[in-house]
T-cell receptor, first 115, second 114 residues
Framework: AQSVAQPEDQVNVAEGNPLTVKCTYS??????LFWYVQYPNRGLQFLLK??????LVKGSYGFEAEFNKSQTSFHLKKPSALVSDSALYFC?????????????FGQGTELSVKP | GAVVSQHPSRVICKSGTSVKIECRSL??????MFWYRQFPKQSLMLMAT?????????EQGVEKDKFLINHASLTLSTLTVTSAHPEDSSFYIC??????????FGQGTRLTVV
């Protein structure tokens, strides 16, 4: 079965510093990996995805993620954090290659960026 | 990008009453819609998958008679929480799969049962 794990419940970063939110995955075939962000009392917003191709994926709001097959990781990164980046971040894997397949989410990581 | 509109964003209801949450795909057709439940600062738990024109598929442990799902058209799916109780208070989110494999989410509905 497909699964993702986010080992950190919370990440604290000072504004202007680089940030990393960790995600590891377990899949039986080719991974289809996603990052979403959630602001309080809102739905999820898509940040980026890895389907195939370059291991470094660039997404919205300056975020990027690196797919590492040997370490089965897909960590989310940003070179310089903003206070407005503070939110709940979810890593997800699609359950199968079917475009209609459901997403399986990690536990979520709360990112706090302090001025 | 595609837009999924969820309504209402917040609802407060009395115990024993029913509440309907609507999820619409505004500029695309969604043959499938996923319904999630989320507790504070926790992950999304998939409750059920609705399919246009057929019965919804419920995840293990989700009461079918309590959480009624209807996918009446290619642009509308509804979740009705029947005979609501305080323990049903939660954040409910719908999502539809996109054409490029990512999913599009509604804004969520904060349900409070008093």
């Amino acid at each position: 079965a497909q699964s993702v794990a986010q080992p950190e419940d919370q990440v604290n970063v000072a504004e202007g510093n680089p940030l990393t939110v960790k995600c590891t995955y377990s899949v039986s075939g080719n991974p289809y990996l996603f990052w979403y962000v959630q602001y309080p009392n809102r739905g999820l917003q898509f940040l980026l995805k890895y389907i195939t191709g370059d291991n470094l994926v660039k997404g919205s709001y300056g975020f990027e993620a690196e797919f590492n097959k040997s370490q089965t990781s897909f960590h989310l990164k940003k070179p310089s954090a903003l206070v407005s980046d503070s939110a709940l971040y979810f890593c997800a894997v699609r359950d199968g290659p079917n475009q209609g397949g459901k997403l399986i989410f990690g536990q979520g990581t709360e990112l706090s960026v302090k001025p | 990008g595609a837009v999924v509109s969820q309504h209402p964003s917040r609802v407060i209801c009395k115990s024993g009453t029913s509440v309907k949450i609507e999820c619409r795909s505004l500029d695309f057709q969604a043959t499938t819609m996923f319904w999630y439940r989320q507790f504070p600062k926790q992950s999304l738990m998939l409750m059920a998958t609705s399919n246009e024109g057929s019965k919804a598929t419920y995840e293990q442990g989700v009461e079918k008679d309590k959480f009624l799902i209807n996918h009446a058209s290619l642009t509308l799916s509804t979740l009705t929480v029947t005979s609501a109780h305080p323990e049903d208070s939660s954040f409910y989110i719908c999502s539809a799969p996109g054409t490029a494999r990512e999913a599009f989410f509604g804004q969520g509905t904060r349900l409070t049962v008093v």
